[in-house]
C-alpha cells in the first residue's frame, strides 16, 4: 500500500444488412463488468449554513456515472434515516460487483481518527450525537466492501464545519475536527482507492463556481478515455492545485493490484456510422453472399460509409506544427496546432459535459497536451483514418484530421 498525493471496449455492430449502419461511440466494460456506485450530497443542513455545491456535486457525479455505465444508487440532502435506507439499498445492490463506488459531497468530520459524514439533521448537541445522527464512514465502506473486486471512495467531505465546533465544545468531546482524517487500506479483492478532496486534516473549498474545486477536476477527468484512475488522480491533484493556489491539495490512498480504466476506447475497432441504402443489383443479376465473406463485404462497406464522412481539410499540402492551417473551419483557419492547444475549447471534450466544466479553460491546461503527447494521439488518428469520428474533441473534427495528416508526415 502506498500513500501519495492524487498528484469498450469499442466495439462494432456488424451490419445485418446494408439498409442501416449504426455509429456506435463506445461500449463501456460496464457489458462485461458490474459496477455500482453510492452517491450521496448534502446542502441544506438544518443546524448550520447550508453549502452552495454539495447537492450539485452529487448530482453531476451521478450523471457522469450513469454514463460510464455504473447503476448508481443516489440521495441528495437526506435526514439520518434517509440516508440509512439508501445505503441499506445500495448495501444489497453492491455485493459481489467487479467495481464499487462510494462518492460523498457535503459536511464531515472526524473524531480521534474515525471519519463521520454528516446528514441535513444531524444537531451535534451531546455525546450520543455522533451514534443516533451521524453516519460513520467505515459503515459504509463495509458495506461496499462485501464479495467486491475493486473499491473507489471519493470524499469531498472536508469543508468547513461549524458543528464539529459544537461538538467539541458543547459535548466536550476531544478530537473532533472538520478535516477528515485518512483511512487505512484493508486487503482483499484487486484492491481500494480512497480519494480526499484535501490532505489528511486540513479542509478543502466549497467553491464559487457550480461544483467545488475537487469535484470540478473529478468531473473533468474520471471519464476520460483510457486513463487509469490513478492517473485521473493524479491530474485531479494538479487542477485543485492550480485553481486554489496551492490551498488545497487533494490525497489519495491507494492499493490496486489492478490497473482500473472506467472509460475503455479500442482505438482500432472500425465503427461503423449514418445510413445507407444497398445498390440496386442489375437487371437479371443475382447476389450470392453469405456466411464470412458477406460479414466481410458488409463491414468494408460500412468503413467505407464512415470514411465519406470524414471532412476534407482546406489544404493539401503539409501541416506542420507551428505554421497556420487551412483547416476549413472559420473558428480555426489561419491558426497552428502550437497556437489551438494553448486556446480554448470549442465544443465539450466529452459528451454531455456541463458546460461550466469546460467553458473558459485552456486546452492544453485540461489533457495535459504538449507536443510529444499530441503526437502520439496523432499517430492514432493516422494509423486508423475512421477514429478521427469516433469521439468528440474539443477543437473539432477537423483538428483531428489536421492532426493525422501532421503525424503521416512525422509530426514536424
Given at each position: 500500500?502506498?500513500?501519495?498525493?492524487?498528484?469498450?471496449?469499442?466495439?462494432?455492430?456488424?451490419?445485418a444488412g446494408l439498409a442501416a449502419l449504426l455509429l456506435l461511440l463506445t461500449l463501456?466494460?460496464?457489458?462485461?463488468?458490474?459496477?455500482?456506485?453510492?452517491?450521496?450530497?448534502?446542502?441544506?443542513?438544518?443546524?448550520?449554513?447550508?453549502?452552495?455545491?454539495?447537492?450539485?456535486?452529487?448530482?453531476?457525479?451521478?450523471?457522469?456515472?450513469?454514463?460510464?455505465?455504473?447503476?448508481?444508487?443516489?440521495?441528495?440532502?437526506?435526514?439520518?434515516?434517509?440516508?440509512?435506507?439508501?445505503?441499506?439499498?445500495?448495501?444489497?445492490?453492491?455485493?459481489?460487483?467487479?467495481?464499487?463506488?462510494?462518492?460523498?459531497?457535503?459536511?464531515?468530520?472526524?473524531?480521534?481518527?474515525?471519519?463521520?459524514?454528516?446528514p441535513v439533521d444531524a444537531a451535534l448537541e451531546d455525546e450520543t450525537s455522533l451514534d443516533f445522527e451521524a453516519v460513520s464512514v467505515d459503515f459504509i465502506l463495509r458495506q461496499m466492501?462485501?464479495?467486491?473486486?475493486?473499491?473507489l471512495v471519493f470524499l469531498d467531505a472536508c469543508r468547513d464545519n461549524p458543528l464539529a465546533d459544537v461538538l467539541a465544545k458543547s459535548a466536550g468531546i476531544k478530537g473532533a475536527s472538520s478535516g477528515l482524517a485518512e483511512i487505512p487500506i484493508e486487503n482483499g479483492g484487486a484492491g481500494t482507492l480512497v480519494a480526499f478532496a484535501a490532505s489528511p486534516n486540513q479542509l478543502a473549498y466549497d467553491g464559487s463556481g457550480d461544483h467545488s474545486p475537487f469535484t470540478t477536476a473529478?468531473?473533468?477527468?474520471?471519464?476520460?478515455?483510457?486513463?487509469?484512475?490513478?492517473?485521473?488522480m493524479n491530474r485531479v491533484t494538479s487542477d485543485v492545485f492550480k485553481v486554489t493556489a496551492g490551498k488545497q491539495r487533494p490525497w489519495i490512498n491507494?492499493?490496486?493490484?489492478?490497473?482500473?480504466?472506467?472509460?475503455?476506447?479500442?482505438?482500432?475497432?472500425?465503427?461503423?456510422?449514418?445510413?445507407?441504402?444497398?445498390?440496386?443489383?442489375?437487371?437479371?443479376?443475382?447476389?450470392?453472399?453469405?456466411?464470412?465473406?458477406?460479414?466481410?463485404?458488409?463491414?468494408?462497406?460500412?468503413?467505407?460509409?464512415?470514411?465519406?464522412?470524414?471532412?476534407k481539410l482546406a489544404t493539401d499540402g503539409p501541416i506542420l506544427f507551428d505554421r497556420p492551417v487551412e483547416f476549413?473551419?472559420?473558428?480555426?483557419?489561419?491558426?497552428?496546432?502550437?497556437?489551438?492547444?494553448?486556446?480554448?475549447?470549442?465544443?465539450?471534450?466529452?459528451?454531455?459535459?456541463?458546460?461550466?466544466v469546460w467553458q473558459g479553460k485552456h486546452c492544453d491546461g485540461c489533457h495535459q497536451w504538449n507536443e510529444t503527447r499530441l503526437c502520439e494521439q496523432a499517430k492514432n488518428f493516422a494509423a486508423n483514418d475512421v477514429s478521427v469520428l469516433r469521439l468528440q474533441h474539443p477543437l473539432g473534427t477537423r483538428f483531428k484530421v489536421a492532426l493525422a495528416r501532421?503525424?503521416?508526415?512525422?509530426c514536424k
Open positions: 500500500m502506498s500513500s501519495i498525493p492524487i498528484a469498450f471496449c469499442g466495439g462494432m455492430l456488424r451490419a463501456t466494460a460496464a457489458s462485461a463488468e458490474r459496477r455500482i456506485a453510492l452517491v450521496l450530497g448534502n446542502s441544506q443542513y438544518q443546524h448550520a449554513a447550508p453549502l452552495a455545491n454539495p447537492a450539485r456535486d452529487a448530482q453531476a457525479m451521478a450523471d457522469r456515472l450513469k454514463d460510464l455505465g455504473f447503476e448508481v444508487v443516489s440521495g441528495f440532502d437526506l435526514t439520518k434515516q434517509q440516508t440509512q435506507a439508501t445505503v441499506a439499498q445500495f448495501a444489497k445492490q453492491v455485493r459481489g460487483a467487479d467495481i464499487a463506488l462510494f462518492f460523498y459531497a457535503g459536511h464531515g468530520l472526524q473524531v480521534s481518527g474515525k471519519n463521520y459524514l454528516l466492501s462485501r464479495e467486491t473486486s475493486i473499491r473529478l468531473l473533468q477527468h474520471i471519464g476520460e478515455s483510457n486513463v487509469s484512475i490513478t492517473e485521473a491507494v492499493s490496486l493490484t489492478t490497473e482500473v480504466v472506467l472509460h475503455k476506447v479500442d482505438l482500432n475497432a472500425p465503427l461503423i456510422v449514418g445510413e445507407a441504402t444497398a445498390p440496386q443489383a442489375e437487371a437479371g443479376s443475382e447476389t450470392r453472399n453469405t456466411g464470412a465473406s458477406s460479414s466481410q463485404n458488409d463491414d468494408q462497406l460500412a468503413l467505407n460509409a464512415l470514411r465519406e464522412k470524414i471532412p476549413g473551419d472559420p473558428a480555426i483557419d489561419g491558426k497552428s496546432i502550437a497556437q489551438l492547444i494553448k486556446g480554448e475549447p470549442l465544443f465539450s471534450p466529452v459528451e454531455g459535459l456541463d458546460k461550466s501532421w503525424a503521416q508526415g512525422g
